[in-house]
């Protein structure tokens, strides 16, 4: 179904996504399976890159996409479908961490948790990439960064987001979300000095 | 004109993303072919891109589609049977069956309100009417009569003269003063 002529103009929703959506706001279940099976990796990997903590990315990934498919008929294709998701789940990432308010020594735990399981197993992807001690550094380096920084360097690697979308799901300017990238490479590459 | 290292290097992660100018590009890249500290550094961004999206793509690749729409398949069913809930406890309120008591008492408590007006004067929902206020006195040829309006907490006075006893009295006079006074 195309959509209406009034709402043309300003509908930038890639035509598949749209079809989707169109057929989600009549309570199509199907087509909102579709739309998941296209962009949960990367909103999982969003939200894991922001919240740095498997079981919580997973739990806040399903959360972003039944709070997605609850709104859906607000949807009205004025922006990307998935920059409208990746809305929803920065914001949910936020809100969980105000919610959370984790201490710091519980953000360590997680990623010893996260280690012990990757080193008793030895079959952890994340070996490849150096080893544990680079992802140790990572996990840390992210977690000292704030969420708004950290929600600028994952969208970018994750989806290579323009200035412009980060600014509309973050909603700042470019100029910021070039000032946060900045400062949050800064200190990644500081913290990961001598594996860079 | 040239670029120095400093500049370069506060602009070299928004080059590689492409979000500057062509001008601006082509200046940099200039300067990153001739400058090895600024292409080390760029290279280290490279890098730190890379191991970044590698690890989160790593970390998503262990998810299943399958268990991950599970979740999301029950969150949509407990939100249904929550909205299911709510109806099965609304509905024995709205059915039409078990409203017809409640027409009955919904006439008679409309009707009781309407006419609590008349046994409760002053309670605010019957008609209004300044007439209802309205004195007057006869005194000999010299009458005086009384409007209070309570809205306004307007008293009106008037005195006049009877015209069948009066002949050459003046017209009558009229006053207006707050009920305050």
New interface residues.
Partial sequence: MAPDVKEEQRVIVEPSDWELVRKCQTGD?GAF?EL??KY???V???I??ILNH?ED???I???T??RA??KIREFRGGSTFYTWLYRIAVNQCIDFQRRQRRAPAEVREAIDELLYERGEHGT???D???GKE??SR?LAALNDLTPDHKAV??L???EGL??KEISEILGCSEGTV?SR??YA?KK??EK?AH?? | MTMDCESVR?TL??WL?G?VSEKESREIRAHVEACPSCRAERS??E???F?????????????T?ES??H???R??SQ?RVRHREFWDWLRPVILPRRLAWAIPVTVVCVLAVLFAEQFFFGLGWGPRSNVAAVESIDGHGFNLALLRESETKTTVIWLFEDEDEEEDEPAPEAASTDASL
């Fill in positions: 279940v399976q998941a099976a949960y990796q990367k999982f990997m969003v894991l890159g498997r990315a997973l739990e990934a399903q959360e996409f039944y498919f609850r952890d992807p994340y490849a990439l150096e680079v992802m990572l360097i994952v970018r690697a994750v323009s200035y070039m990238l900045h490479r990644l590459q990961l594996f860079l | 506060r992660g928004a993303d979000e280290r961004l890098r730190l891109q191991v970044l999206r590698a690890a989160l793509e790593e970390g998503a690749s262990k998810v589609f991950f729409w979740g999301i398949e969150r949509i939100g």
